[in-house]
């Protein structure tokens, strides 16, 4: 069964789950699974130029370069962070919440995991976090690989039905020798299935799933995996991977060709050497004749050489271009200031923007189950009070805001000029600080 029809089944079953309806989910989530597993490992660098083989017609001394340009990363790292690469800001206005918030965001070392997160859902295009109670009975969170969960969400509310955790382990089985010397050794996959009150144990074998532990109660009133989802679901170098794929392999050429001395001919005119002198040219790096008319000249590929460059300055440009990232290595992208400068980062910006929204809606969630688990622990957790910002990391033009301000001061109301701003948050604050430093007031009235 597809999720759809599992879904359908179990409305009509009021949501009693089944081992077989565990086994269908899981199965049809491994399809993607191995498309995760791919992307990650991608990202953490292996990626196909490394798989190069020389062809047979290939002398073994010819060079075979496999240089990979890290593009994947560098998306990634852009997408991660200029998001989140200012730590997140929390303003609550109840001070038992804000005390309760504080300690869980000190204690599960939040802005860290919020750029682990962000950094599997720009890999895989979604990544999922659990919240549980330790043994301490404390709040904590846990981000989880992308293959290895799924979450069968409500339509109409968009929160989590079920969700499922599963992963590969060693059994590790002692036969009943007199020494117990021998072993065996097989992976098995065990699971954990979450509802709204509990969770159940299984691991899946050979002989099919079966139950391995006493249900556990997770002491939240909802699933408590929340999952940030990427634009498209789809990872940032997802549609670009062919395009970097055959920027590795150009410029890999390139530098073959460059090592072989392949970029030129050697033209011998007046006479032609003999093979003892090729053989000895090997090592001295020089040729010799006693023939007055013995010349040694190169006749370089021009054309081929800066048709390698375009091709490879095109398939970079197209590759940063359709993911919606700046080349900053790039030295038009650093000569521009001003306006210029501002539409450069803009596509940035657009996707970074995204994602804060995301990454909002999934600190949002979190917040809501964590407020649930409180509620059992007769501490009350304002969620409704709970509003996460994150703030844009992207470089500024310090040089082109002051000269908007030395242009713009007086001719427009200071609360408008400093609006436009991104590095100003409270624009009332800043006008009160402005007239303090101006007049030596604490306020102006009218100002």
Avoid at 197 to 208: E, L, R, V, W
Avoid at 217 to 243: A, C, M, T, W
Avoid at 400 to 414: A, C, D, E, H, T
Wanted: proline share 2%; glycine share 6%.
């Amino acid at each position: 069964m597809n999720t759809a029809e599992i879904i359908r089944l179990l409305e009509s079953q009021n949501e009693q789950i089944t081992k077989s309806i565990i086994l269908d989910l899981i199965k049809e989530k491994r399809l993607a699974d191995t498309d995760y597993k791919t992307l990650y490992s991608e990202y953490k660098g292996d990626v196909p130029i490394l798989n190069r083989e020389k062809p047979e017609s290939i002398p073994d001394y010819k060079a075979l370069n496999k240089i990979a340009s890290g593009l994947r990363g560098l998306f990634v790292l852009q997408g991660t962070a200029f998001t989140v690469g200012k730590s997140s800001k929390v303003i609550i206005e109840d001070e038992k919440t804000l005390e309760l918030v504080k300690d869980f965001r000190d204690l599960n070392q939040i802005h860290s995991k919020d750029a682990g997160l962000l950094q599997m859902g720009c890999v895989c295009g979604q990544s999922g976090r659990l919240l549980f109670v330790d043994k301490e009975a404390k709040f904590r969170v846990k981000n989880l690989n992308s293959w290895e969960y799924l979450v069968v969400k409500d339509a109409t509310t968009d929160f989590a039905q079920f969700g499922i955790i599963y992963y590969e382990v060693e059994d590790i089985t002692v036969n009943s020798d007199a020494d117990n010397s021998v072993t065996k050794t097989r992976s098995v996959t065990n699971v954990e299935f979450y509802d709204k009150k509990k969770i159940q144990f299984f691991t899946i074998d050979g002989n099919g799933m079966r139950k391995t532990k006493d249900d556990l109660i997770h002491g939240f009133d909802s699933v408590p995996i929340v999952q940030y989802e990427n634009d498209k679901l789809q990872g940032d170098f997802y549609e670009e991977r062919s395009q970097i794929d055959a920027y590795d392999l150009l410029l890999s050429i390139e530098q073959d060709e460059l090592e072989d001395l392949r970029t030129s001919y050697m033209v011998f005119s007046g006479a032609e050497p003999s093979e003892e002198q090729m053989e000895n040219a090997k090592f001295t790096g020089a040729f010799g004749s006693e023939d007055p008319d013995f010349k040694v000249t190169y006749l370089e590929k021009e054309a081929n050489a800066e048709r390698t460059r375009t091709q490879l300055e095109r398939l970079r440009n197209d590759a940063f271009t359709s993911a919606n990232r700046v080349d900053f290595r790039d030295d038009k992208s650093n000569a521009q200031s001003g306006y210029a400068r501002v539409l450069e980062l803009q596509t940035l910006e657009d996707d970074c923007s995204l994602k804060r929204v995301e990454m909002q809606r999934v600190s949002n969630n979190m917040y809501r189950i964590l407020a649930s688990g409180y509620s059992k622990m007769t501490e009350k957790l304002e969620c409704g009070s709970i509003i996460t910002e994150y703030a844009s990391a992207l470089p500024l033009d310090l040089t082109y805001y002051s000269n908007f301000l030395s242009l713009s001061y007086g001719k427009i109301p200071l609360e408008i000029l400093y609006s436009q701003l991104p590095f100003i948050e409270n624009v009332e604050e800043a006008v009160k600080m402005f007239n303090k430093e101006v007049t030596g007031l604490e306020d102006i009235e009218g100002s």
